[in-house]
Structure formats: structure tokens, C-alpha cells
């Protein structure tokens, strides 16, 4: 997708088999992602605001289809995503957690908690 630019930002895929890479910089909706790692080098462009630690789409990844990350499936997409958008909690969810669809998306808190 076009020549790498030094303003991408910078995203690592551990697997080839991984859908996802981690966000290794804060990036906003409309930000060119270089994703580097397990593939050649290429570029997607970001269609949520991602988090540095976060993890995006690279692939298009149906409702129902696997998240794989490491080459190991770590959960379940819950509505369809394309390359670019963020994926966590909106988006998906734990295999190993059931309670993984009552965390608060951005803090991660238990919505089904009472903390004093």
C-alpha cells in the first residue's frame, strides 16, 4: 500500500498466522500503521484511534472468527472487523474469561464489580 513513510506508526506481528499486530505507538483514526514483524513490511491505514499496546486488525476478521495473536487463538470476535480498526473488549471476546464482555472497554474494569 504505497511507499513507507516516516510519520506510520509502528505496529509488530509476533506470527504469521497472527490477525492481529500490537500497536508499538499511539495512532488516530486516518494514521498510516506500518506492520512489521512475521510478514514483509506493509502498511494499513488505522480506522480507530489505538493505543500503544494495543492491538489492530490486519486481516478482516468475521463475527465468530478467531483473534490470534503469537500464532494462538486468544479470543472471539463478537462483531465483524476490518484491517485497520481496533480490536479489545467492543470487539471481542476471552475464550478462557466468560465474564471478558462485562469489562469496561477502555479500563478494563469489572462492570459486574462493586469496588469500594
Known sequence: ?????????????VDKADN???MLHDAEAGDMILVQG?????RLQALDAIS?????????ILEGDFIVKY???????????KPGQWIHLHNCRS???ERSG??????GAAEDTAYA
Do not use: Y
Open 20 to 22: 492481529v499486530a500490537t
Open 71 to 81: 500464532g494462538v487463538r486468544i479470543g472471539i470476535a463478537t462483531r465483524s472487523v
Open 95 to 97: 475464550q478462557v474469561d
Open 1 to 13: 500500500m504505497g511507499r513507507m513513510d516516516g510519520n506510520d506508526k509502528p505496529s509488530f506481528q
Open 52 to 60: 500503544l499496546g494495543h492491538k489492530v486488525a490486519i486481516a478482516e
Open 38 to 42: 512475521a510478514e514483509a513490511r506493509r
Open 102 to 107: 462485562l469489562f469496561d472497554k477502555v479500563t
